[in-house]
T-cell receptor, first 114, second 117 residues
């Protein structure tokens, strides 16, 4: 079936720098996208979401960009901190299709260098 | 708010044992919960959709007789791995949403690490 994928499996960033994590999705019908952060041994933690009628959404230190033309999603983390080190997953859902579970991307391991 | 709790967090048992995992929504009601499986260094894969008061919906390739799901109340779904074998060893995670699916994000429990010897 269709899936969500990521370009970079590992991303190393200096503390204080900004980071960008990318995600490509293939289901053009997807209309709801979420970024999750997963620390070792824990479940995914919600970061930010965006619906297909938007192309940008900002949260605290995080921004999600959605480009529906090329089916691309990105997560920008500003002024990275050691606590940002984790695996980040994008996930998609086709809300109009009913109460379906999420399709997750492969994940990017973000490493914050001191 | 929107806390999802799983129990147990870690299970080690012998091959052939059946293991039950609980998923609870602590501060909201959830007519729908989801069960995922995650192997080491891999992504989450949806196993099934748990529906309160009705049968679960399983994803292709997931054996419904192997992974029994019961959603008897609006705050509790259980996943039973029957006659577990080493290949069933994995990280099992549930999720639920406090509102209509798609209007609010799914919130995840902290997972159950299942190790079958």
């Amino acid at each position: 079936g269709e899936s969500v994928g990521l370009h970079l499996p590992t991303l190393s960033v200096q503390e204080g720098d900004n980071s960008i994590i990318n995600c490509a999705y293939s289901n053009s019908a997807s209309d709801y996208f979420i970024w999750y952060k997963q620390e070792s041994g824990k479940g995914p933690q919600f970061i930010i979401d965006i619906r297909s009628n938007m192309d940008k959404r900002q949260g605290q230190r995080v921004t999600v960009l959605l480009n529906k033309t090329v089916k691309h999603l990105s997560l920008q983390i500003a002024a990275t901190q050691p606590g940002d080190s984790a695996v980040y997953f994008c996930a998609e859902n086709f809300v109009g299709g009913g109460a379906d579970g999420l399709t997750f991307g492969k994940g990017t391991h973000l490493i914050i260098q001191p | 708010g929107a806390v999802v709790s799983q129990h147990p967090s870690w299970v080690i048992c012998k091959s052939g044992t059946s293991v039950k995992i609980e998923c609870r929504s602590l501060d909201f009601q959830a007519t729908t919960m989801f069960w995922y499986r995650q192997f080491p260094k891999q992504s989450l894969m949806l196993m099934a959709t748990s529906n309160e008061g009705s049968k679960a919906t399983y994803e292709q390739g997931v054996e419904k007789d192997k992974f029994l799901i019961n959603h008897a109340s609006l705050t509790l779904s259980t996943l039973t791995v029957t006659s577990a074998h080493p290949e069933d060893s994995s990280f099992y995670i549930c999720s639920a949403s406090p509102g209509q699916i798609g209007n609010q994000p799914q919130h995840f429990g902290d997972g159950t690490r299942l190790s079958i010897l």
